[in-house]
């Protein structure tokens, strides 16, 4: 019984934490001034009548209270509203920018899980090569140096002077950049997790049977290290939607970090609300999964 409890837990918090989410984001979506009339009647010739009308009829003079009740009940059942700016279903216009998303971000993860893995195992078999300074020169790197901030830089280099890759719409720039960091955040916490792990009796027995030290850090230190990686991959994997949502918009990509940007142009509630929902709720579930399958990797009991 007790067991069930403990694995209901995540999905429920998970449950609370996304109504908690919700109601903030939409209270403190509508403290910003103006709405999306105002926007339409600085970009036409709208009387006063027919602005009061307009915003009648999409219900903004109804109190936040009632908005948020309204919502709420709509979402429930999946619709998430039109938008009011582009007169589209919300869901439709966040499920046509996801794609975009998805691919810089995980395209970007694969990079750094990859580069990380590769310099902790080299720095592990190669202790005095130049390896564990590169893990450390990468590991301040992530820290010191904003991604926005290289991005603009690669856009003026690689774009503007050398005129080798588009200003915009290039994806492998913003992976590279949104990689290295994530190769930074993962490393040096990963190469330490490995070092400790060295001096277990299985890796000694190992070590003594001859094995080359790339096969023993593969087949015998890394296992140990998992629970350690899943949980700083899952943190990691949470960051990667603030960064990719930044350069996409640098980048001019289509998705979802564009989609928001025009949304608060425009003030265009519905869409920004449930951007904010629906990146929040898939943060949330990218934890929860990484809680799960760290129970099962380590069934130790937790108090």
Do not use: Y
Request: charged share 10%.
């Amino acid at each position: 019984m007790t067991r069930a409890i403990g694995w209901a837990a995540p999905p429920l918090r998970a449950l609370a934490l996304i109504l908690a989410i919700s109601m903030i984001a939409f209270f403190c979506i509508r403290t910003v001034p103006g709405d999306v009339v105002d926007v339409l009647a600085a970009q036409g010739d709208l009387t006063a009548a027919q602005q009061a009308e307009m915003r009648q009829a999409m219900g903004l003079n109804a109190s936040p209270i009632a908005q948020f009740l309204a919502w709420g009940g709509q979402a429930l059942q999946g619709e998430f509203g039109q938008s009011l700016r582009f007169g589209k279903p919300v869901g439709e216009l966040f499920l046509n920018a996801l794609p975009a998303t998805l691919h810089l971000g995980l395209l970007a993860f694969a990079i750094g899980l990859g580069l990380a893995l590769t310099l902790a195992l080299g720095a592990l078999a190669a202790p005095r090569s130049p390896l564990p300074l590169l893990v450390q020169a990468v590991n301040i790197w992530s820290i010191a140096v904003p991604t926005f901030c290289i991005g603009i830089a690669c856009i003026l280099i690689f774009s503007i002077w050398l005129g080798w890759l588009p200003a915009i719409g290039h994806v492998g720039v913003p992976a590279a950049i949104l990689g290295l960091d994530i190769a930074g955040q993962l490393v040096k916490p990963l190469h330490d997790e490995l070092r400790q792990a060295q001096a277990a009796p299985h890796v000694r027995t190992a070590r003594a049977k001859g094995l080359h030290p790339l096969r023993i850090g593969l087949f015998h230190l890394l296992p140990t290290a998992m629970p350690v990686l899943l949980a700083l991959s899952s943190v990691v994997l949470a960051g990667v939607l603030g960064g990719t949502l930044t350069l996409e918009v640098l980048f001019g990509l289509p998705g979802v970090g564009s989609l928001a940007l025009n949304a608060m142009h425009g003030r265009d509630w519905p869409l920004l609300q449930a951007t904010i929902v629906f990146l929040a709720t898939g943060v949330v579930l990218i934890n929860v999964a990484a809680e799960l399958l760290h129970r099962l990797l380590d069934p130790r009991p937790r108090r």
